[in-house]
């Protein structure tokens, strides 16, 4: 892979793979670390792709791997600054709606960015994810469900 092929690469992806990971890591620093890393994963492991939605979604699937691998780090602990979020969107509207997805369980949360934000039809998270469809339509609607909850203001129980 060449410099310039890999750079458009970069380009073309970087912001998907960042916001990810954000969804993921709930941290600037950590989710530019995934960042790097998935991208370095890219360089040296140097796939050939059949196409910018393959390779979208070889990123993508690397991006949850790595975020779930560093989740499971012991000293790992979930933070996440609500001035960061701002960092993700332009609007105070816009900045609430994310809390609140990033407020979700992760299992929800996950399914909930990659529908509604990346565009992503219940069977393409299904792969990207390893689940079933079926569960990927099930978290769709649980945290549609709790969102709501969330946004009319009610006490919701995890």
Known sequence: ????????????????VFRIA?????????SEDVLQEVFLKLYTA??????????????IRVTVNLCKNRLKLFWNTKRCSLDEIGELADRQ???EII???????EKYRSVVYLHYVEGYR???????????ESTVKMRLKRGRELLKLQWEGEEVLI
């Not at 060449?2 to 970087?14: D, G, L, M, P």
């Not at 954000?22 to 950590?30: A, V, W």
């Not at 809390?99 to 369980?105: F, R, S």
């Open 1 to 16: 892979m060449s410099v310039n092929e890999f750079e458009a690469i970069y380009e073309r992806n970087k912001d998907t």
């Open 22 to 30: 954000f969804t993921y890591m709930k941290n600037r620093q950590e």
């Open 46 to 59: 140097e796939p050939v792709f059949d196409s910018k939605e393959h390779e979208r979604r070889w990123l």
């Open 93 to 95: 509207d816009d900045r």
């Open 99 to 105: 809390a609140a997805v990033l407020g979700l369980p």
């Open 122 to 132: 219940c069977r393409e998270i299904a792969e990207l994810l390893s689940l079933k």
